[in-house]
């Protein structure tokens, strides 16, 4: 047998489903992705896009040789299915914020640290399907990621800690909270919660003689499409960190300890023995298109001088309102004044990046995150060498780029690594 101890990540995103196959070294062997071919409220627009790509990279690899598979998804996405596993209705999106209401009722009974705040928490938009179960159809409240995994053959209403999270499990405590009971969702229709990386069961029989794989596939808990994307960039110990800058700037931090600011948007994922910290700001990569053109941009990159500041001191948003570092939903966005030269003033918003990125790291260390010793980048920004002079400069530490950019290759290292297999099971449902 060829291509020894191969491990399949599978991550769903928002536009569509991405497969990795890493090799026993950590190498990439086969990726596949394709677009999502219906709405994405549909599980099966989900279902049929794992198959997609299961076809493809199978074809890449010798897929007898594959040995585990773990299961990433966008973080918030809900469902509900009855008793066999089959959708009762339409998936609720990460970002649908319908549930104001319930979001307002679970304000009342939660403490300040838990997940499962604002209205488009996993938990929020479980409540506002509860309430028009009409038929008592609903048995289980899966994230999108927990349903791929039941149906690729793991049992039914089991999840892990990263997606249990925004539905209110306590990762501390490693349990669901006695709190959730004052809002009337059923016990019962909550999943058993695993670590990510712990063994849930092997590859339904049928689906592996469909793929050539050989029998007893293992499959893990999975996480959240963000802390994927963590594993793929390159952390691994405390202090290493990374920052995705997108079209948002989103900062994570490896930290031996949990740390919380619902304020300011901040949580933590657990992450083996570790911590994943962090935040999001609405500075980004969005403000820069607004100004500039990829060609445009790629252009006066090449004419910065990235390590003699312009003293300019902006805090570039695209509308009022900002959460981390600063929470202040008025906070205007600072683009004046504006230099005739507009490679200066490229620079200028670029190093206002860079400063706001120092600060959110800045408030993650008084939380009690590590600062950051090595700061790993991905994202379209990680590709422009000026930018990356400029917050090394600004952060005071090595900014490398990511070792791999898709997250279904980080999901990929939960089968390959057992990042918190050898903690054994923290299956609960207390």
């Known amino acids: 047998m060829t291509d020894p101890g191969l491990s399949l990540g599978l991550d769903l995103g928002t ?49 007898g040789a594959l040995q585990s598979l773990a299961v990433d998804g966008t973080s918030g996405t809900v ?13 609720l999106r990460y970002d649908d914020a319908r549930a104001r209401a319930q979001a307002e009722a679970i304000a009342r009974v939660a403490p300040p640290d838990s997940g499962a705040h604002g209205a488009s928490s996993g938990l929020a938009k479980a409540l506002w399907i509860a309430a028009r179960d009409t038929g008592k159809q609903i048995r289980h409240v899966l994230s999108q990621a927990d ?32 709190w959730i009971e004052a809002l009337g969702l059923p016990r019962a229709w909550l999943p058993r919660v695993h670590r990510p990386g712990t063994p849930l069961g092997t590859v339904h029989e049928p689906l592996a003689r469909r793929f050539g794989l050989s029998p007893g596939v293992r499959i893990v808990a999975g996480t959240t499409d963000s802390v994927a994307a963590t594993l793929a960039a390159g952390v691994r110990q405390p202090g290493e960190a990374v920052t995705v800058l997108g079209s948002t700037l989103v900062l994570k931090v490896l930290s031996p300890r949990p740390v919380h600011d619902p304020a300011h948007g901040v949580y933590s994922h657990r992450l083996g023995e570790h911590w994943l910290a962090g935040g999001a700001s609405n500075t980004g990569g969005a403000v820069l298109r607004r100004f500039f053109d990829p060609a445009t941009l790629e252009r006066l990159s090449r004419a910065l001088e990235p390590d003699r500041p312009t003293g300019l001191d902006y805090y570039p948003l695209l509308r009022p309102g900002e959460r981390f570092p600063v929470a202040d939903p008025g906070l205007a966005p600072r683009l004046d004044p504006r230099p005739k030269d507009p490679a ?36 379209g920004g990680a590709t422009n060498p000026a930018w990356t002079r400029i917050r090394s400069r600004i952060l005071g530490v090595p900014v490398v780029p990511a070792q791999e950019t898709e997250a279904a290759c980080g999901v990929a290292q939960l089968g390959r690594l057992g990042v918190t297999a050898r903690h054994g099971p923290a299956a609960r449902r207390r």
């Not at 026993?24 to 790509?53: H, I, N, Y």
């Not at 469902?79 to 339409?90: E, F, H, I, K």
């Not at 995994?149 to 669901?176: E, H, Y």
Request: proline share 8%; aromatic share 10%.
């Open 79 to 91: 469902l509900a299915t009855d008793g066999q596993g089959t959708p009762v209705g339409p998936a």
């Open 344 to 379: 200066r003033f490229l620079q200028g918003l670029l190093e206002s990046m860079a400063r706001i990125e120092a600060r959110g790291y800045r408030l993650l260390h008084a939380l009690g995150a590590p600062y950051p010793r090595r700061v790993y980048t991905t994202g």
């Open 15 to 63: 536009s569509g489903c991405r497969a990795c196959v890493l090799d026993a070294a950590g190498r990439r062997r086969a990726f596949a992705a394709v677009a999502w071919s219906g709405p994405f409220q549909d599980p099966e627009t989900w279902w049929t896009g794992v198959l997609s790509v299961l076809d493809m990279v199978c074809r890449e690899v010798v897929p």
């Open 147 to 178: 349903w791929i995994t039941f149906r690729l053959g793991a049992p039914l209403g089991v999840s892990d800690d990263n997606n249990a999270l925004k539905l209110g499990w306590d990762p501390l405590q490693q349990r669901w909270p006695r």
